[in-house]
């Protein structure tokens, strides 16, 4: 046999080894992965770990407690940053909040994002959320009852996110947040001490739309806003 016949025998065996250990590593992985998601899919939903946060959404998403449950497409819960320092609070989800189960993405969404973007705010920044988590039929107002129903687990996202700041936005959230029966007319365009909390009250966008002309009072909390987020620091944009 000469020098090259061994020549290319070596490289011969050498290719061969090389991609033998290359096929078994990938037959491993696959059997690793194979068996990872295996052990994964069969391990009950019960026994993996949720924050308490993601407990809160699983009670809210399987709530019958009044009889929106009944009525509704989608359970709105809230969205956005769940350890920001300033939380919007409305008042119900509407038709378009309930087809796509994210509170404000209908018209009076489109309005509170140019609100925001008007004050340097990022809508990914804040947690909005509303007084109750159904919509009422034909968007009327919420019912005592289902507000009793529902607020407890407004109490516990506030308490969960524990915000700097809250912003009422409407009648329903601005008189349940501050105890009162006073109209937001007379409460917008001061700010509130509630708790270690501030409280921020203003003009729902849904009445803004129905009544452009309150849009000037709303630019004034909307500047106070900026100024109190200013002062305590808090950053709400890249």
């Avoid at 490289?11 to 690793?32: A, P, S």
């Avoid at 993996?48 to 993601?54: D, G, L, R, V």
């Avoid at 988590?133 to 019912?143: L, M, V």
Wanted: proline share 5%; with cysteine; hydrophobic share 35%.
């Amino acid at each position: 046999m000469t020098n090259s016949d061994y020549i290319k025998d070596f490289l011969k065996i050498f290719v061969d080894t090389k991609n033998y250990l290359y096929n078994e590593n990938d037959l491993y992985q696959i059997q690793f992965n194979d068996t990872y998601c295996s052990e994964q899919s069969e391990e009950p939903l019960s026994n993996q770990k949720i924050n308490p946060f993601q407990q809160l959404e699983q009670e809210i998403l399987s709530c019958h407690q009044c009889n929106l449950s009944t009525t509704r497409k989608n359970v709105v819960i809230g969205s956005g940053n769940i350890q920001s320092q300033v939380l919007f609070i409305g008042e119900a989800p509407g038709f378009d909040e309930d087809m796509k189960g994210f509170p404000f993405v209908g018209k009076a969404g489109q309005l509170l994002d140019k609100m925001l973007q008007a004050i340097s705010i990022e809508r990914n920044f804040i947690y909005i959320c509303n007084i109750l988590k159904c919509r009422p039929p034909s968007n009327r107002n919420p019912q005592q009852e289902e507000i009793d129903s529902c607020t407890p687990f407004l109490d516990r996202q506030i308490n969960m996110i524990n915000p700097k700041i809250i912003v009422t936005l409407g009648n329903f959230a601005s008189k349940y947040i501050l105890r009162t029966d006073t109209g937001i007319s007379k409460l917008r365009g001061k700010t509130y001490p509630w708790k270690d909390k501030i409280i921020v009250p203003t003009y729902h966008p849904s009445a803004l739309l129905q009544n452009p002309e309150l849009k000037r009072g709303s630019w004034y909390d909307l500047k106070l806003l900026r100024s109190l987020i200013d002062k305590m620091g808090i950053r709400l944009s890249n």
